[in-house]
């Protein structure tokens, strides 16, 4: 390498180029170091009018007046103190009254009547909703009243199978009440008694007496029919208890009354769950 060619790798060329430093966009090294010797500044936020506006009405409305204010002057000749409630008994308002800037176009009276609009909504709705609540706890209650009774008729049907075999092992030939036994039981009975009544009325000394016992058996009849089937299951494991030491939900037939009142929860379906 000759003398007169610089070595392009040394520290002299490297500085040549630094200052000549000329590639787009940087510009020269002055501009450069012009430009970071300026220190950066924040550009002040654009407040729109409006925000303006708020900012020096707040700022008005938390200032407290002054004796400068003509109002407060005069009301100070007449005797007021700041604090004090105006009128003769100094309980008056203390605070000026307050003002409501309207910055929208809506007419007088708009906003009055979207609030009245809003709150008969409002009362509709809580309405709506308790009438939907109303027919929700009825239906609940509907559905609860079926499934109760179904669950009454099929223990009924149960006790009366019971109540049919002990009564039938004591060597009961009718039951104590009709809705004691099955229906299938007492319409087998009612065919004989149709036959007997048959028989009895073909005899005429008899039909006095038989038109009497036909009139108590009617009474008899309709007084089980005021009964509803919770009421006949209710009468009638009362009866097996008491009478058999039986209970239906358990399924056993206890020794005395004291082994049944320790061992049996209680003579309902609900205290045997």
Request: hydrophobic share 25%; net charge negative.
């Amino acid at each position: 390498m000759s003398s007169d060619e610089e070595d392009y790798m040394s520290d002299a060329f490297l500085k040549a180029l630094e200052k000549n430093d000329t590639r787009p966009g940087l510009g020269s090294k002055k501009t450069q170091d012009k430009a970071l010797s300026k220190p950066n500044k924040v550009a002040n936020p654009i407040i729109g009018k409006k925000k303006l506006e708020m900012m020096h009405r707040e700022k008005g409305l938390q200032t407290s007046l002054s004796s400068d204010n003509k109002g407060f002057a005069l009301l100070q000749k007449m005797g007021y103190k700041p604090g004090m409630g105006i009128g003769k008994q100094e309980k008056g308002r203390v605070d000026p009254v307050s003002i409501e800037v309207k910055a929208d176009r809506g007419g007088l009276g708009r906003d009055t009547e979207r609030k009245r609009k809003v709150a008969e909504m409002d009362r509709w709705r809580a309405k709506r909703q308790k009438t939907e609540e109303t027919r929700t706890s009825s239906f609940l209650h509907r559905m609860s009243d079926r499934y109760s009774e179904r669950n009454a008729e099929r223990d009924l049907r149960t006790a009366q199978k019971a109540c049919l075999q002990l009564d039938q092992q004591e060597g009961l030939a009718e039951p104590n009440e009709d809705f004691f036994w099955p229906q299938s039981c007492l319409a087998t009975r009612s065919g004989d008694e149709d036959q007997e009544e048959e028989e009895t009325m073909n005899d005429p000394c008899s039909r006095v007496t038989a038109s009497h016992d036909d009139e108590e058996e009617d009474e008899e009849l309709e007084s089980v029919t005021e009964f509803s089937d919770p009421e006949k299951l209710e009468i009638l494991t009362k009866y097996l208890r008491n009478t058999y030491k039986f209970c239906i939900w358990c399924g056993t037939r206890y020794d005395n009354a004291q082994d049944l009142d320790a061992s049996c929860p209680g003579n309902s379906a609900s205290s045997h769950e």
